[in-house]
């Protein structure tokens, strides 16, 4: 698509959305991720370097925050959290452009942040916005972080809250931890899923190709594919045309744990977007036969299985408002595999959505628990003797994740082994005990918890109480 004749967004712009995005995330609670593409879409932004760069500082700003703050605690006199949320707001994105960002001049930084702040109707704070700029910008060694020490270290330099680190530390050791902390910053790339039966890989490779789109091979997954040189994804007419969609392949484990058979009945219980309904209609509809019923709590979320199931133009995938919690009489005992992807903390995709380790909290952790333990109270009546129920969270929370599992051994399941289900090269301890735990940095992917479990034959089944 050329730019010829289009007169180009003025740089102050895209930092006005950066400053946007980040108050929307940072003050009020939204999700960067939402936010960012609710901007593109506002703004009309689809040139790749505009949204590149408003997708770093906003990003990088949240990433580094606790590092950000510090240096803006080292030269204001009011400190971070005392400061009026969209000053904050705008000394955090230029601190972190100055600090981290290279080739970044400045002046440049310090003007655009000036003129933010007095477009806002904060002209009396521009003098205090720019001398803190300045002075940050001139004094870059200040404050010296190579004097803090242990887990305080740690927690500035990863920006991760000290009590969510001591349990990491104590889970899984320094070399570890270090790795997953690491993982949390290294480049994400687009990952998505071919949907096999609609097109063949060497085909849509091809078209991606003549299109500037270079398309590479997934790390685990056969159907996954990471792709580079890509703008705006949406306006790919192979997406469009419903050939792939967008899925880690964490994700996609969930579908290879599953091991679909022709005719399956299958049900996603907390769906949307609908990732794991939709590879699982496309892997029944290339057997030849299955149905998929995709649910959620919200005509909303179920609105968006329904646009990327129009898409992907499967006519096997049935979507339904339901509440995870209220049991549906009709369904019990009669699924063959059900898909138990629940609500969790999120631990695992801190690298995609960074605002997830400032939001959560250890009694958090507690409550999330407790509301999988009551989906799965209710959720385990629907597998049909002899059926599969596939436990699945993007954590790395054992409570929410291996407590979970032995709970369901005690309510008639017995795990299965993961290892003729998932590719070699994933092959781990836990696999035979039918469970895996992705880690960021260790692996190439997400942070992500599968569990397969069958359901033993004459087990107990639920009955409505009177």
Same mark, same amino acid.
């Given at each position: 698509?050329?730019?010829?004749?289009?007169?180009?967004?003025?740089?102050?712009?895209?930092?006005?959305?950066?400053?946007?995005?980040? %108050?929307?995330?940072?003050?009020?609670?939204?999700?960067?991720?939402?936010?960012?593409?609710?901007?593109?879409?506002?703004e009309g932004m689809k040139e790749k370097k505009e949204r590149a760069f408003v997708t770093r500082v906003c990003m990088g700003t949240l990433e580094r925050l606790y590092a950000v703050d510090a240096?803006?605690?080292?030269?204001?006199?009011?400190?971070?959290?005392?400061?009026?949320?969209?000053?904050?707001?705008? !000394?955090?994105?230029?601190?972190?452009? !100055?600090?981290?960002?290279?080739?970044?001049?400045?002046?440049?930084?310090?003007?655009?942040?000036?003129?933010?702040?007095?477009?806002?109707?904060?002209?009396?704070?521009?003098?205090?916005?720019?001398?803190?700029?300045?002075?940050?910008?001139?004094?870059?060694?200040?404050?010296?972080?190579?004097?803090?020490?242990?887990?305080?270290?740690?927690?500035v330099q990863y920006s991760i809250p000290e009590w969510l680190l001591a349990q990491w530390l104590a889970r899984f050791g320094e070399e570890k931890t270090g790795k997953i902390l690491?993982?949390? %910053? =290294?480049?994400?790339?687009?990952?998505?899923?071919?949907?096999?039966?609609?097109?063949?890989?060497?085909?849509?490779?091809?078209?991606?190709?003549?299109?500037?789109?270079?398309?590479?091979?997934?790390?685990?997954?056969?159907?996954? !594919?990471?792709?580079?040189?890509?703008?705006v994804i949406e306006e790919i007419p192979e997406w469009k045309e419903g050939y792939f969609q967008i899925q880690d392949e964490s994700s996609m484990l969930v579908g290879l744990a599953a091991g679909y058979k022709k005719g399956d009945l299958v049900m996603d219980i907390c769906a949307a977007p609908g990732g794991k309904s939709l590879?699982?209609?496309?892997?029944?509809?290339?057997?030849g036969g299955g149905q998929v019923i995709a649910r959620d709590i919200s005509d909303y979320k179920c609105s968006l299985i329904e646009e990327n199931r129009k898409r992907a133009g499967f006519s096997n995938l049935k979507i339904e408002v339901w509440d995870a919690t209220k049991i549906d009489e009709s369904k019990q005992g009669s699924i063959d595999v059900l898909l138990c992807d629940l609500p969790c903390s999120g631990l695992g995709i801190i690298g995609?959505?960074?605002?997830?380790?400032?939001?959560?909290?250890?009694?958090?952790?507690?409550?999330?628990?407790?509301?999988? =333990?009551?989906?799965?109270?209710?959720?385990?009546?629907?597998?049909?003797?002899?059926?599969?129920?596939?436990?699945?969270?993007?954590?790395?929370?054992?409570?929410?994740?291996?407590?979970?599992?032995?709970?369901? !051994?005690?309510?008639?399941?017995?795990?299965?082994?993961?290892?003729? %289900?998932?590719?070699?090269?994933?092959?781990q301890d836990t696999m035979d005990s039918g469970y895996i735990q992705l880690l960021p940095g260790v692996h190439e992917s997400d942070g992500f918890f599968v569990a397969r479990l069958r359901k033993k034959e004459g087990s107990q089944q639920w009955k409505r109480i009177e």
């Open positions: 698509m050329t730019n010829e004749g289009k007169k180009a967004r003025p740089a102050a712009s895209v930092r006005e959305v950066a400053a946007d995005v980040l %108050y929307h995330v940072l003050e009020e609670g939204a999700y960067s991720h939402i936010e960012l593409m609710n901007a593109f879409r506002r240096v803006i605690d080292a030269f204001s006199k009011t400190k971070t959290e005392k400061l009026k949320p969209y000053i904050r707001t705008i !000394l955090r994105m230029s601190i972190y452009q !100055l600090r981290y960002l290279d080739q970044t001049p400045t002046a440049l930084v310090c003007n655009e942040a000036v003129r933010l702040t007095k477009k806002r109707g904060l002209a009396g704070l521009s003098g205090f916005v720019n001398g803190v700029l300045r002075s940050a910008a001139r004094e870059p060694e200040k404050p010296d972080f190579t004097k803090l020490t242990g887990k305080k270290a740690l927690s690491e993982g949390f %910053y =290294r480049e994400k790339q687009v990952c998505v899923r071919r949907n096999r039966s609609r097109i063949e890989e060497a085909e849509l490779v091809e078209r991606l190709g003549k299109a500037g789109i270079e398309a590479k091979p997934g790390a685990y997954v056969k159907d996954a !594919l990471r792709l580079e040189q890509v703008s590879h699982a209609a496309d892997i029944l509809a290339s057997l995609r959505k960074p605002e997830i380790k400032y939001r959560i909290s250890r009694e958090d952790l507690e409550g999330l628990a407790k509301l999988q =333990r009551e989906i799965l109270t209710v959720a385990k009546e629907y597998v049909k003797p002899g059926g599969t129920l596939i436990y699945s969270t993007c954590t790395i929370n054992p409570k929410e994740n291996e407590e979970n599992v032995s709970w369901l !051994l005690e309510q008639g399941f017995e795990t299965e082994d993961l290892r003729p %289900y998932l590719p070699e090269s994933l092959h």
